[in-house]
């Protein structure tokens, strides 16, 4: 695993150094847009951590171009905005995940890494979550590297959770990816099926489970 | 348009049908005059005075009682005749001619005055008096050309009313189209002016649509609205420097504070950059909203509220506190900002969260018309320090928060004309009701 940082504070740029060599493998650091072009251009990365007030411009202008390289390195904007609008303008210009500043030593890392491990799914199409994962392109489901078998809808239902693992999967969300137009939502339909679901991961002895939220949805967590 | 207040529409309507009252007024006194009198007013005039003045005299003969009036008329026409004949004999005054006091034609009188060469020589008339005719011939008697004008201004069946019916008509018409004509390009730019709100910079009037009366007003209105932009982009590039500046830092001490090996040490700094950090933002908030007011427009307060619970999920569940949500069947549509709408719930449910007793509950309700209420089961807050808990830096007793995040509620409140409400959950708790404006349909 190779990361970039793109950061100007010399303090920080080597705290971030240290940090995400020691957590994700070997980082490298640059301290404007000029020399991270030329970095991306001699050497793959899987992540750049990206600020956005370099010496010379804004982070944002160098997402398109880190875009058009393949492998494309995942991108994590590091921001002293909080403006809603400047995060929005981050996350268009195809930011994987934005962390504000100042942020939580832990957190910054564990976003780091769900930006790779997004990525990798991506390469791969395999998400995975606690012991469970999900084949997005063979459309299998295996708990222990155990097989088990999903019916049609229970399997659409349980990628849209698992794509949201951690965060709320609101009830329309989880319609619209399990009904098609045509089909004639009973208002426990989703309820049912997910129980269903839910017994059928039980069964094989998963480690994740699904989470109810009255009024919202429901939520795919690691146990 | 407010009432009250001044309108130049109605003014200038209103000057308008002066002008054109005048205007008939005038007109119509001048023809009178100019077309003189061949008689026939003089002489009507004073029959009719002369059939006033009439009464029956003891042994029936008409008597004709001396009026101011009619002395006056007498002094005006030195040539006046009259003879007022009824059943039961007849008076005369003046020069009556030989031939009506005959019974036949009257001579040609011998005062002729220009005009066309015609005269009335008499008027006969007749007349009621109680149960019996009485007949009435004047004669001798022809109006100047002021004295007729004045005489037809006077009668009020054929003139004075129908003079009055067009003026009321053309000052009814100009008062109710004038200002109409008038206020129409007015209206034009102020409905582009509508279109002008906080959150859209370099809008500006246009200009070429506007009448020439207003364009001075309305070139000093985009003047003045360049300056508030000039100003407003001034006040971001601050706000956005200052968050730099501040974070900056901040980040720097935060990372550089994973180094402090006494663990106890480190986690009270910590938690002090943290709060810092949180102040940070809250006040950088703050001083956006207030500089900067957001774009209003309609959103749907169940998706808001909906959305910004849901984003509160994983750290509520991490406290061990439950989260729910209510109200979300249908839509409930109110005007404002919905990202300061977001920023005010998420600041409450993050207060709840907070103040949540680990194992009970946090639910977030949103109900029609436009009320948000985020209930909690914590210590709730005294009723006695319920508004001072809205003013900056203020904190409840158990907070450990920074003291702005109600405030920032508070004032999100404020710039959508709703309020803020705070009440005991049944049980304990605080409940607190944000109440939007309804959607203006």
Known sequence: MRVLVVEDDPQLSAWLKTTLSDALGHADVVDNLDEALAAVGVQPFDLVVLDRRLPDGDGITL???????????????????????????ALDAGADDYVPKPFEPVELVARARAVIRRLQVDRKGVLTVGNLSFDTAARSVRVANNPIPVPRRELALLEALVRRAGQVALREVLEAAAYGFDDEIQSNALDAHISRL????????????????????YMLEAG | MPRGQPSIARLAAALLSLVVAATILCTWTLVSALQGDDGLFAQYDVAKVIQASISRGEDGAPVVSSTSELDGIKRA????WYVVT??????????????????????????????????????????????????????????????????????????????????????????????????????????????????????????????????????AFNRALERIDVASAAQRRFL????????????????????????????????????????????????????????????DLVAAARATTAEHVPAALAAGVDIAFSGEGDAVHVTGSETAARI?????????????????????????????????????????????????????????????????????????????????TPGGGLTVSLTFRGAEA
């Open chain 2, 344 to 424: 005010a719930v998420g600041n409450l449910v993050g207060n709840a969260l907070q103040h949540a007793r680990s194992g009970r509950s946090v639910l977030v309700e949103v109900r029609p018309p436009g009320t948000v209420r985020v209930i909690d089961h914590g210590d709730g807050v005294e009723t006695g320090i319920r508004s001072e808990v809205l003013q900056p830096f203020a904190r409840g007793r158990s907070s450990d928060g920074t003291g702005l995040g109600l405030a920032l509620v508070a004032q999100v409140m404020a710039m959508h004309g709703g309020g803020v409400a705070m009440d005991e």
């Open chain 2, 86 to 219: 009824t059943e039961g004999g007849r008076v005369h005054y003046g020069p009556v001619p030989a031939s009506v006091r005959d019974g036949g034609a009257a001579a040609p009188s011998p005062a002729f005055d220009g005009g066309d060469g015609l005269r009335l020589t008499h008027w006969t008339i007749a007349a009621r008096l109680g149960a019996k005719t009485v007949q009435i011939q004047v004669g001798g008697a022809v109006y100047s050309p002021a004295q007729a004008a004045l005489s037809s201004l006077r009668d009020v069946n054929y003139t004075a009313i129908p003079l009055l019916v067009v003026t009321a008509a053309t000052i009814l018409v100009a008062l109710l189209t004038v200002p109409a004509l008038i206020a129409r390009p007015v209206r034009q730019v102020s409905r582009s002016a509508e279109r002008i709100d906080g959150g859209s910079h370099g809008i500006r009037l246009p200009l070429g649509e506007a009448p020439r009366e207003l364009v001075p007003m309305v070139a």
């Open chain 1, 63 to 89: 997402i398109s171009r880190l875009a058009q390289l393949r492998p494309r390195p995942g991108v994590l904007m590091l921001t002293a905005f909080d403006d809603p609008v400047e995060i929005a303008r």
């Open chain 2, 240 to 299: 956005s420097n200052a968050a730099h500046e501040l974070r900056t830092p901040l980040t720097r001490v935060r990372t550089g504070l994973e180094r402090v090996e006494d663990s106890d040490l480190r986690r009270v700094l910590v938690a002090d950059v943290q709060s810092l950090s949180s102040t940070v933002t809250m006040l950088l908030q703050i001083a956006r909203l207030s500089s900067d007011s957001p774009e209003m427009r309609r959103f």
């Open chain 2, 77 to 80: 026409f030195p040539d006046l």
């Open chain 1, 198 to 217: 839910r017994k059928r991961l039980r069964a094989a002895d998963c480690s994740v489970a699904i989470k109810p939220l009255r009024g919202l949805g």
